[in-house]
């Protein structure tokens, strides 16, 4: 493999181990009941979720490439020297960015930031197998707790695309942001991906497709205890809830025990009582409109310098800055 190519990995599968064990008993031992969405991302459940990004009922992967698509060249424009993109996966969607950025002569570093080292390492190297002479620097690790590893090189643009931010709380995603200012230089930018408030029916069926992918997708978090932490959890007790939080504005997928049961999670001698009926809730997903995302980013010191849409209006792509 090319000398311009290096995987940093902060996130090892003892630390990964770990630190899973810790959410488990912190988020299992609360009520209700909750686990990271981060841990959906081992080997299947990566391979489900593209799966889920192919789906009619899933809007959000056309939209977004459609507007990437779109202002590939504006973003091309901006003489970026390094691009960095968190929760990358296989860096689909970066792929039409890295094709315009490669051509141009100040782009210099690609840094795929993700949770998965087997899925971060498979997309770096065919990456760097089609940009020759581009530098890649594939890190490990997780954003809410190994931002301060990423070093901006020269003009940098980090991505955070897929909708992603919908999935933290507002609490993580105000950290989330404080840890971004104090990362970038002045001159440097954020590309963010954000679904956009719309039908409720159409946001419910986004989450619980006909074909029963996203179920799926969801019950395979139990998966990954049973297979990391060796617990006991039977699937088939279990099942896929998506519903919409007016109030809050986001989807929320759980898993709702059907019936009343006790699991037990060997590797942190741990006991878990279900009763009939009772969630996990596994992921938020927000939805935003321009006004609430920028009142949300003013006082973090960012503002919104291109806000683009799909023609639907379904998603949004934007460029944030400093302000």
């Not at 581009?134 to 909708?163: M, S, W």
């Not at 741990?270 to 006082?299: D, H, N, R, Y």
Request: aromatic share 10%; proline share 3%; with cysteine.
């Amino acid at each position: 493999m090319s000398s311009n190519f290096k995987i940093e990995v902060y996130l090892d599968p003892s630390n990964r181990v770990s630190c899973l064990g810790q959410d488990v008993i912190d988020g299992l031992g609360s009520y209700p009941k909750k686990l990271s969405p981060k841990w959906f991302y081992d080997e299947n459940g990566s391979q489900l979720f593209e799966q889920i990004t192919t789906l009619p009922e899933y809007y959000q992967t056309r939209a977004e490439t459609e507007i990437l698509t779109k202002h590939t060249i504006d973003i091309s424009k901006l003489e970026l020297e390094t691009l960095i993109e968190l929760g990358s996966g296989n860096s689909e969607k970066t792929k039409l960015l890295l094709d315009t950025l490669s051509k141009t002569k100040s782009f210099i570093k690609f840094v795929p930031f993700d949770v998965s080292e087997q899925t971060l390492r498979l997309s770096a190297k065919a990456i760097v197998e089609k940009y020759q002479d581009l530098e890649v620097v594939g890190i490990v690790g997780d954003f809410e707790n190994h931002l301060d590893r990423l070093e901006p090189q020269g003009k940098t643009l980090i991505a955070f695309l897929g909708g992603t931010l919908g999935n933290l709380l507002p609490d993580q995603r105000q950290i989330f942001f404080q840890r971004l200012y104090k990362l970038l230089n002045q001159k440097d930018l954020i590309l963010l991906g954000v679904d956009l408030v719309k039908s409720i029916q159409r946001l419910i069926d986004a989450y619980n497709d006909a074909k029963g992918i996203t179920a799926e997708f969801n019950l395979n978090v139990l998966n990954v205890l049973n297979k990391e932490l060796q617990a006991n959890f039977d699937l088939s007790s279990f099942e896929h809830v998506a519903i919409w939080n007016k109030e809050q504005e986001w989807i929320e997928m759980r898993l709702r025990s059907r019936r009343d049961q006790n699991v037990y999670i060997k590797d942190l001698d741990l006991m878990v009582p279900f009763f009939q009926g009772e969630e996990i809730l596994t992921e938020i997903s927000a939805k935003f409109t321009k006004e609430k995302l920028a009142q949300e980013l003013e006082p973090m010191g960012f503002g919104i310098s291109n806000w683009w849409t799909d023609q639907n209006q379904d998603f949004a792509v934007l460029i944030i800055e400093k302000i």
